[in-house]
């Protein structure tokens, strides 16, 4: 059993998200970002809640209606 399959590191995630390990670093800063776990000097973070805060973050688009003039 490998206790970490359900975590994805700092880099694996940064590279999913299309940023670098430092946005990463500060989003957490900024408490902005998903929840993380340190281990020592590494960071974190549950796939699961990776997701839930991707879907939090979700808008829905409202097109404008034309007034009339």
Do not use: C, F
């Amino acid at each position: 059993m490998n206790l970490l399959e359900d975590y994805i590191s700092e880099n694996e995630l940064a590279k999913q998200l299309k940023k670098t390990p430092r946005t990463l670093q500060r989003w957490r800063r900024n408490r902005i970002g998903p929840p993380h776990t340190p281990m020592g000097r590494d960071i974190y973070y549950r796939r699961e809640a990776v997701l839930e805060w991707l879907r939090a973050r979700e808008r829905v688009m409202v097109r404008e209606r034309k007034r009339a003039a």
